[in-house]
């Protein structure tokens, strides 16, 4: 009998981002120097039980997709393997449906899956290698909250994204003399607010992991206005929590789903109206800052995923993900990386921002570069040595 031909599966789960099909590029080429075959699962995991729904991945058909958006694959963030809530609350598979998955691997003689997501898609690569399933994982998601790897693709694209949106606000602030609000996803962690804040000259940051009031954020307003800028460029993140608590939603929580994050924007600039009287408008990004082709970052990246989740396939080391630790590729167990990464208030970036006078809506009065413990803590669990250098 002839040897049955050796696969290797991949799927795109739950929200899209740029550089999706860079790592499927990567894989198949990467498979296809070491003689496997690809089989592509379509929408997510979905694809992987009844109906099972794939197709096979060749050079051919997946030459070009380097620099598309979206998947070719397609995906999903709801359906039967739903397996997040909340920011740390998980949802156990039916075992029906992993039994399912089972039977497809082995039927399709597949040695070993990628399964490509964000913290809630690998939850469920989780309880699949649980279960005995053969997989390893490769971070994807906007909002770059994964522990374990410094950067997720899909990130700086979102953030390029922001970025032009709050250089076409700047002029048409600056002509108007108004405050201009845009409200950026992330949701639980503020990186793509504090990135593109950063990059595209924000006046104030808000994010979920610094607590703000608006009395702060009028008085920076008012500030400016002293300094005769007579208009204010405010970056929010969807998830920041209300100076009261609590979060603004679009729908009401279920037990079965992620609450959607959204509003946070309109309550802030209707605040500013009512309590300075500053005209103020508000923009929110949403799914644009999915859409588009990647960065060229997010592609060499993206692509440098797929081949070493190959590599991790050959090695039989399931169970565990890509990393990205620059310079190198490494890889850490999946139950490790799912950990939510959030914004280190003390962080280099939050303390370059505070230099430049970016107000995060606090009281904050310390000098931005004083020595501060935590500031070295934050660097070593991401993985950076620290350095110590002369104080300021």
Same mark, same amino acid.
């Given at each position: 009998?002839?040897?049955?031909?050796?696969?290797?599966?991949?799927?795109?789960?739950?929200?899209?981002c740029p550089g999706l099909n860079a790592v499927i590029r990567g894989v198949v080429k990467s498979a296809n120097t070491h003689g496997y075959e690809v089989v592509g699962f379509l929408k997510g995991y979905e694809g992987l039980v009844d109906p099972v729904s794939y197709v096979p991945l060749t050079a051919k058909n997946t030459a070009g997709i380097l620099q598309q958006g979206g998947t070719i694959l397609g995906s999903t963030n709801?359906? #039967?393997?739903?397996?997040?809530?909340?920011?740390?609350? #998980?949802l156990e598979l039916d075992p029906e449906l992993v039994a399912g998955v089972k039977t497809?691997? %082995?039927?399709?003689?597949?040695?070993?899956?990628? *399964?490509?997501?964000?913290?809630?898609?690998?939850?469920?690569?989780?309880?699949?290698?649980?279960q005995g399933i053969p997989v390893v994982g490769v971070p994807k998601t906007i909002d770059n909250d994964l522990s374990s790897t410094a950067f997720t693709f899909g990130f700086f694209s979102a953030v390029f994204c922001a970025t032009d949106?709050?250089?076409?606000?700047?002029?048409?602030?600056?002509?108007? %003399?108004?405050?201009?609000?845009? %409200?950026?996803?992330? #949701?639980? !962690?503020?990186?793509?607010?504090?990135? !593109?804040?950063?990059?595209?000259?924000?006046?104030?940051i808000l994010i979920p992991e610094i607590s703000w009031s608006f009395e702060s954020v009028c008085q920076a307003v008012l500030a400016r206005e002293q300094q005769g800028k007579k208009f204010t460029l405010i970056v929010v993140a969807e998830g920041?929590?209300?100076?009261?608590?609590?979060?603004?939603?679009?729908? !009401?929580?279920?037990?079965?789903?992620?609450?959607?994050?959204?509003?946070?924007?309109?309550?802030?600039?209707? %605040?500013?109206e009512k309590r300075i009287g500053k005209e103020t408008?508000?923009?929110?990004?949403?799914?644009?800052?999915?859409?588009?082709?990647?960065?060229?970052?997010?592609?060499?990246?993206?692509?440098?995923?797929?081949?070493?989740?190959?590599?991790?396939?050959?090695?039989?080391?399931?169970?565990?993900?890509? *990393?990205?630790?620059?310079?190198?590729?490494?890889?850490v167990p999946i139950i490790d990386a799912i950990q939510?990464?959030?914004?280190?208030?003390? *962080?280099?970036?939050?303390?370059?921002?505070?230099a430049l006078g970016v107000s995060f809506g606090d009281n904050h009065t310390e000098p931005p570069f004083k020595y501060q413990p935590e500031a070295e803590a934050c660097a070593a669990e991401n993985g950076i040595a620290p350095q110590h250098a002369e104080t300021h």
């Open positions: 009998m002839a040897e049955r031909t050796k696969r290797i599966g991949v799927l795109t789960a739950g929200g899209d709801k359906g #039967r393997f739903a397996a997040t809530v909340g920011v740390n609350d #998980r497809t691997m %082995e039927q399709l003689n597949i040695c070993g899956l990628v *399964c490509v997501g964000g913290d809630g898609s690998l939850a469920v690569s989780q309880q699949f290698h649980e949106a709050l250089d076409r606000l700047h002029t048409t602030a600056a002509s108007h %003399e108004r405050v201009m609000v845009l %409200e950026v996803m992330g #949701r639980h !962690a503020g990186w793509i607010a504090l990135y !593109a804040g950063i990059a595209g000259g924000g006046d104030v920041a929590e209300l100076p009261e608590g609590g979060l603004v939603t679009k729908d !009401a929580h279920s037990l079965q789903k992620q609450v959607r994050l959204g509003g946070i924007g309109n309550v802030v600039a209707s %605040e500013i408008r508000t923009v929110v990004l949403g799914h644009l800052q999915r859409g588009g082709s990647p960065t060229t970052f997010d592609r060499v990246v993206a692509t440098q995923f797929g081949a070493h989740a190959v590599r991790l396939i050959v090695e039989k080391k399931f169970g565990h993900m890509v *990393c990205y630790q620059p310079p190198a590729m490494e890889s939510l990464s959030t914004v280190h208030p003390m *962080c280099s970036a939050v303390l370059a921002a505070r």
